[in-house]
């Protein structure tokens, strides 16, 4: 699938309308897109929760390229394993261990400004939806790599999430960086389309889907994910290990994946989004089980898409439930991947494995 630059409107129509909304021949794609999300200087974050501060790891990019290190964002989690539990630190500067299989080096090329990571499209189903992936260098652990299913936000394609500059808006330059982290440490990462070339948002929270879900598309596109997992599509990987996150739209349908699969996922980290069913300010968390995934969230807190309280009201359900959940907060930043999100992400998944 080609790519080329939705026109301005969209935009607009996205700020307004984010929140509502057989396998084929493999190519392999490493061009340059335009994007999603944007980053602006780095801003404190802080995460709510019962304990105490601690200092997590925040990332950054030097202007020489290299990756940085900062501990200026103030944290805390509620863990209901062991509530005096301190915050475990996000540390950037090591590779993964024998357990995921990683190896040192890494798939994507970065530079001051730019995250670029090749990856590999397949097409599922009788709509061709383009599923775009990718796997750690290095050789995969005996049961397989872990896999990250990423959901894109509305409107804008998948495609973004493999490469994104510093000047993007939506925090596009974090949500790449997670990627790579993802893949810099052992784990493999799927990123599916939305309908018609994603240039639309996900059926999660759109009646009458969000009330009768398995009549959706969207339903059908994970049933052919989850096969092409276990079958070798997307390459070695551990059915036994599946996580989520996304944005927006994609937060909603990360959220889908503990409420219609529940079992599958070893735990989720949603970025400017809320329950499953929840539309923007539009949101009712129901009681929720034990056994939801452990979750963490990512949010600004200035978000007039998705106002922060929303995922506030989710998280306060899960630690009412018993689940591990974690909410990290971004001061002066609106509906975006924060600056803490590629730390944050690989510790969340590496503490639940």
């Known amino acids: 699938m080609e790519f080329s630059a939705r026109p301005s409107w969209s935009l607009a129509l996205a700020l307004a309308l ?6 084929g021949g493999a190519t392999t794609d490493g061009s340059s897109v335009s994007g999603d999300s944007s980053t602006g200087d780095p801003a404190t974050t802080t995460t709510t929760g019962p304990d105490a501060p601690t200092t997590a ?24 394993s062991d509530p005096t539990a301190a915050t475990t630190e996000a540390d950037t500067s090591t590779t993964a261990g024998d357990d995921t299989g990683a190896v040192p080096g890494s798939r994507c090329e970065e530079t001051a400004t730019t995250i670029t990571c090749p990856k590999i499209t397949v097409e599922l189903g009788p709509w061709q939806r383009d599923v775009h992936y990718q796997v750690p260098l290095g050789e995969p652990p005996a049961g397989g790599w872990p896999v990250v299913l990423m959901f894109q ?8 999430t493999w490469i994104a500059t510093d000047d993007l808006p939506f925090g596009a330059y974090y949500q790449t ?8 440490h052992g784990y493999a990462v799927i990123t599916p389309e939305a309908k018609l070339d994603g240039g639309t948002f996900w ?5 009458p889907y969000s009330l009768n879900w398995e009549s959706s598309e969207d339903h059908q596109l994970m049933l052919l ?5 276990e079958d070798g599509t997307f390459g070695p990987l551990d059915v036994g290990r599946l996580f989520a996150t996304g ?7 990360t959220s889908r994946m503990a409420v219609s699969y529940p079992g599958k996922f070893r735990a989720l980290a949603i970025a400017a989004g809320s329950y499953a069913t929840c539309s923007g300010p539009l949101c009712n968390v129901p009681d ?34 018993g689940v591990d959940a974690r909410l990290v907060t971004e001061p002066g930043e609106g509906h975006a991947w924060i600056a803490a999100s590629p730390a944050e992400v690989l510790a969340w998944f590496d503490g639940h494995p």
């Open 18 to 23: 984010v929140a509502c909304g057989s396998t």
């Open 57 to 80: 790891s925040d990332v950054g990019t030097a202007s020489d390229g290299t990756t940085t290190t900062t501990t200026d964002a103030t944290t805390s989690t509620a863990s209901t």
């Open 288 to 321: 929720l089980e034990a056994d939801h995934p452990p979750t963490l969230f990512l949010h600004g807190e200035v978000d007039l898409t998705v106002p922060l309280v929303t995922a506030e009201a989710y998280y306060d359900e899960l630690l009412a439930s």
């Open 153 to 160: 936000g509305s409107f804008f394609t998948a495609e973004i």
């Open 203 to 207: 059926d999660t929270n759109i009646p």
């Open 177 to 184: 960086h997670v990627v790579k982290q993802l893949l810099d």
């Open 225 to 229: 994910i989850f096969a092409g997992i």
């Open 247 to 253: 944005i927006s739209s994609g937060g909603y349908m």
